[in-house]
C-alpha cells in the first residue's frame, strides 16, 4: 500500500479522499490556491503546498506544477477527485511518467471514453444500446439539419471531450442550428480545451440512470448496482437515489451486464460510472464519468463498500476483494447537492461569507462538506458547497429522514439550495417519482413551490472583537503552507476589503459613463463571449455576452431596446457583481 497520496483537488472530495488515506494510515498531501488558503482540505492534511492564484486555470489545473509538487512532497500516489484534471489523461501520464501511481483508470482507456464519439463506438461495438448520433465531430450547420432531418427534432449538440451537459445545447428548429452549434463549441472549449462537438438525438423526457463499476487490474470488473440522477436543473444533477425508484431487478441486472461489458471491453481499471438515458421501454448509453462521482456515497450507503478505499486497493495492485454475487443492497439513500444558489432566481450562484454552518446529524445521516462558519464562497469555483446523504430501510423511510435533516442545517450569511431541497422532498410528484431530466427546467413552478421558503439572506457578518485568544497565522515558506499560533497578539482587522473600481469601457474614444442604459455583471464571473459592439442596435432580451460563474454559463440580456455606446469587457475578463457590461443608450 502507499504511503503518501497527493490529493490533486479541493473541498468536500479532498477531504473524502485525506479521509480514506488516513483510515489506512497513509499520509495525505493537500494543494492549494490563494483562494483555499485557509480551506478545510488544507488544515486536515498532513501537508500542503501552494500551487498558484485563485484561478482553476493557473492552480487546479496546472499539470506541471502539480506534478513537481507531488515529487517534492515525496508523494508515492496521486488522487485526482473528480473535476479539474480528473479525466484528464494527459495528467495521468504525467503522474506516471514522474514514477507515481495514478490512482485512477490507464490513461488510454480514459481517453477512449473520455472521447464521446469514440466511447460511443466502444459501447455499440460492446453491445450496449446507444442513442443515434454522428460518428464525427461537426463544424457546419448544415450538418446539424442534415441530422435532424434523418432522425428528427429535437437535436443535442454535445462536447466532444466533456460531460455532464458542459458544452450541452439543444436545437429544436433548423433556424437555431447556427447559434446553438456556436455557443456548444464556445462552452465546449471553454470547459474542456476542445472544441470537437457531436450530435444526437434528444430524448425529450428520459430517466437518467447511471450504473456504479469498479475493475481491478487482474480483470475483474462488478457493478454495485444503479443511481437516479433524474432531478437536474441546466443538465446539472440536484438530487440522486439509489437505488433508483423505477428500476427492478431484471433491469438492474440489465444495465449492470452492459455497463460491464463496455468498461471491459475498453480495459478500465479502478471505479466508474456508466451513465444511460432510461425511457419506458428502453435504456441507451449516454457517457462513461472515468473517475469517482460526487454521488457515489449513495451507492456506499446501500452496498456497504468505501469506493475510495477501493480504488486504493485496486491502484496498489490488490484484486477486489468481492464478487458480483456478493453485492446487495440494503435500504435507500438520497444526497441532495448542497449548493450555493438562488433557486428563486433560476438557480442563479451566489457568493459571500458563512457566517454560521451547522450540519445536521443522527442516525442515517452523513455530510461531506469542505466548508465551516468563516468560509468564503467566491466564484472561482463550483457552488457545490457540501453534500447530505441520508439513508432508510426503504425510500419512504428515507424521505421522513430527509425532510428532519434538512429541517437542521442551518446555513447563513449565503444563499443555498436548501430551501428547494425541502419543498421538493415534500413534493408528491418527486415522492411518487413521476419526473424527469427536464422537469425542473420546464414542468416545475419553483416559486410555488417554494411558497414563503428560502427568501434571500441579505445580512452581513458583524466585525468580531478581540478577546485576547491566540491568534493564528497562516506562513509560507518556500511554497509549502504553515500554520502559527501567536499569543498575546492582537486579532488582524476584519473590516472588508475595498471593491475594486469597475472597469472602464474597452474600445476607442472616451469611456462611457454608468447610466440608465447600463447593464452590469449579476455575479463575480469570467466572461467567455462578448455578442455585441459599439454602434449596434440591439433590442429588449437580445444577448449581449457570456458570463461563466460556478461552472454555469448565463447569456446577459439588453434590459432595454437601443444602441451599444460602450463595451467593458472581452473575453476572457473576470468581472464582479454590479461591473459594468454593456452600455445601452
Known amino acids: 500500500m502507499f504511503e503518501k497520496v497527493l490529493i490533486a483537488n479541493r473541498g468536500e472530495i479532498a477531504i473524502r479522499v485525506i479521509r480514506a488515506c488516513h483510515d489506512r494510515g497513509i499520509a495525505a498531501v493537500a494543494v492549494y490556491s490563494d483562494a483555499d488558503r485557509d480551506a478545510r482540505h ?15 486555470a493557473e492552480s487546479y489545473l496546472d499539470i506541471e506544477r502539480i506534478v513537481a509538487v507531488g515529487e517534492e512532497a515525496g508523494a508515492d500516489a496521486v488522487h485526482p477527485g473528480y473535476g479539474f484534471l480528473a479525466e484528464n489523461p494527459t495528467f495521468a ?41 454522428s460518428d464525427q465531430a461537426v463544424t457546419e450547420p448544415e450538418a446539424v439539419h442534415a441530422f435532424g432531418e434523418e432522425h428528427g427534432y429535437p437535436v443535442a449538440i454535445k462536447a466532444a471531450g466533456g460531460g455532464g451537459g458542459r ?40 430517466r437518467h440512470v447511471e450504473i456504479q463499476v469498479i475493475a481491478d487490474a487482474e480483470g475483474s470488473a462488478i457493478h454495485l448496482g444503479e443511481r437516479d440522477c433524474t432531478l437536474q436543473r441546466r443538465h446539472q444533477k440536484l438530487i440522486e437515489e439509489a437505488p433508483s425508484p423505477v428500476v427492478d431487478a431484471s433491469l438492474r441486472e440489465a444495465m449492470g ?33 472515468t473517475r469517482i462521482q460526487v454521488e457515489h456515497p449513495v451507492t456506499e450507503f446501500v452496498c456497504g463498500v468505501d469506493l475510495v478505499d477501493l480504488q486504493l486497493m485496486v491502484a496498489a495492485g490488490a484484486p477486489l476483494p468481492l464478487q458480483q454475487e456478493e453485492v446487495q443492497l440494503d435500504g435507500h439513500a438520497i444526497e441532495f447537492r448542497i449548493n450555493t444558489e438562488d433557486a428563486r432566481a433560476e438557480f442563479r450562484p451566489t457568493t459571500g461569507l458563512i457566517e454560521r454552518y451547522d450540519p445536521p446529524r443522527g442516525m442515517g445521516v452523513r455530510v461531506e462538506d469542505g466548508v465551516a462558519a468563516g468560509a468564503t464562497v467566491s466564484g472561482e469555483y463550483d457552488s457545490m458547497i457540501a453534500k447530505l446523504i441520508v439513508h432508510g430501510r426503504d425510500r419512504r423511510h428515507c424521505l421522513a429522514r430527509a425532510e428532519r ?11 443555498t439550495i436548501i430551501p428547494f431541497h425541502a419543498a421538493i422532498v415534500a413534493d408528491e410528484r418527486f415522492r411518487s417519482g413521476d419526473y ?41 515558506v518556500d511554497g509549502r ?105
Open 257 to 289: 451486464e452492459a455497463a460491464i461489458a463496455g468498461v471491459t471491453a475498453a480495459g478500465y481499471t479502478s471505479a466508474g460510472t456508466v451513465e444511460f438515458l432510461l425511457t419506458s421501454d428502453a435504456f441507451y448509453f449516454m457517457e462513461v464519468n
Open 481 to 585: 503552507r504553515f500554520d502559527v499560533a501567536v499569543h498575546g497578539a492582537q486579532a488582524p482587522s476584519q473590516e472588508p476589503q475595498q471593491r475594486r473600481p469597475a472597469p472602464s469601457m474597452h474600445g476607442p474614444g472616451e469611456a462611457a459613463a454608468l447610466g440608465d442604459g447600463a447593464v452590469t455583471a449579476e455575479m463575480q464571473g469570467t466572461i467567455l463571449g462578448v455578442s455585441v459592439t459599439e454602434g449596434d442596435e440591439v433590442r429588449r432580451g437580445d444577448v449581449l455576452c457570456v458570463l461563466e460563474a460556478m461552472k454555469m454559463e448565463n447569456e446577459v440580456t439588453a434590459t432595454t431596446a437601443g444602441t451599444v455606446t460602450g463595451v467593458a469587457v472581452r473575453v476572457g475578463d473576470q468581472v464582479d457583481a454590479g461591473d459594468p457590461l454593456v452600455q445601452i443608450e
Open 167 to 206: 458544452g450541452m445545447k439543444i436545437v429544436h428548429a433548423p433556424g437555431e442550428a447556427a447559434a446553438k452549434l456556436e455557443a456548444a463549441v464556445r462552452e465546449a472549449t471553454a470547459y474542456f480545451d476542445d472544441d470537437r462537438v457531436y450530435l444526437e438525438r434528444f430524448i425529450e423526457a428520459p
Open 42 to 56: 488544507v488544515q486536515m492534511a498532513d501537508a500542503a503546498y501552494h500551487i498558484g492564484p485563485a484561478r482553476a
Open 93 to 133: 501520464e504525467a503522474v506516471i511518467d514522474a514514477g507515481m501511481t495514478w490512482i485512477g483508470p490507464p490513461p488510454a482507456a480514459m481517453r477512449q471514453l473520455g472521447d464521446k464519439t469514440a466511447a460511443r463506438t466502444i459501447m455499440a461495438d460492446a453491445g450496449v444500446p446507444v442513442i443515434p448520433g
Open 405 to 415: 435533516a434538512l429541517e437542521e442545517y442551518t446555513i447563513e450569511g449565503v444563499q
Open 436 to 476: 424527469h431530466t427536464r422537469f425542473v427546467d420546464e414542468v416545475l413552478d419553483v416559486q410555488a413551490l417554494m411558497g414563503e421558503r428560502g427568501a434571500t439572506d441579505e445580512r452581513r457578518p458583524d466585525a468580531g472583537d478581540a478577546r485576547g485568544e491566540p491568534v493564528t497565522y497562516t506562513l509560507e
